[in-house]
């Protein structure tokens, strides 16, 4: 058999486009950068340690993300789409059951996720290069959570005490996750999640 015969029967190595390559290398580090917030917090989360745990090189991560800031706010922007698509993909179908929805909105607010968030939050306190990005993407990430909820809970907002009642249910969500910083008071908090379904009940129906 020729050389030229056993090239053209050699099985072919198909190789993945470099730009799927390359948005499969991007995601690799946005969650390896959740992952090292939640649990080192921002201090012990250097560029160094996220492509460790993506298993890139740090030349790869810096191609991507030329500073820590720009990292680690497209990390938490990240999440939040996960979290906004996550929420969506529980009630495809629109508005739902007030109390589920209630349910749904405080798990947004629970886990490492959200602690990963938090902990971007207290750096940006102190970094003055990062809380521009930080307070940017809060703000529109906020008022997006918020027009989520006025639709899934099938609130009309032109109704007196209608916003302030969402913003409200946000607000406690928020807090809630907070508290499970520190410990996991599953009890206490399932209470509360049953009381403000009977609120928003009470608001919200005609």
């Keep these: 058999m020729s050389t030229e015969d056993r090239t ?21 580090l946005l969650e390896a950068a959740v992952a ?21 090189s ?19 922007e990240y999440v939040a789409e996960q979290r906004s698509t996550a929420l969506r993909d529980l009630f ?14 405080v798990d947004l607010y629970t886990g490492p996720l ?14 003055d290069q990062l809380r521009p990005q930080v307070t940017e993407l809060e703000a529109r990430v906020g008022r997006e959570t918020h027009h989520m909820a006025v639709e899934l809970l099938g ?9 302030e009642t969402v913003q409200g249910l946000l607000d406690m969500a928020r807090g809630l996750g907070l508290a499970n910083l520190l410990t996991d008071d599953g009890t206490r908090r399932e209470r509360v999640v049953a009381q403000w379904g009977e609120i928003l009940e009470g608001v919200l129906t005609d």
């Excluded at 090292?36 to 890139?56: F, P, R």
């Design 36 to 56: 090292c917030l939640a649990e080192h917090g921002w201090a012990g989360s250097t560029v160094s340690v996220v492509a460790e745990h993506a298993g890139v």
């Design 114 to 127: 959200f602690r990963a968030a938090l902990h971007l939050w207290v750096a940006a306190s102190n970094e």
């Design 8 to 28: 053209e029967r050699a099985p072919r190595v198909l190789k993945a486009p470099k730009q799927d390559r390359s948005r499969a290398t991007r995601k690799r």
């Design 92 to 105: 495809p179908d629109g508005p739902a059951d007030r109390r589920a929805v209630v349910r749904a909105l």
């Design 58 to 76: 740090r030349g790869a991560a810096q191609h991507h993300f030329p500073t820590r800031e720009d990292l680690f706010t497209a990390a938490v």
């Design 155 to 163: 609130a009309d907002e032109s109704r007196p005490g209608v916003r």
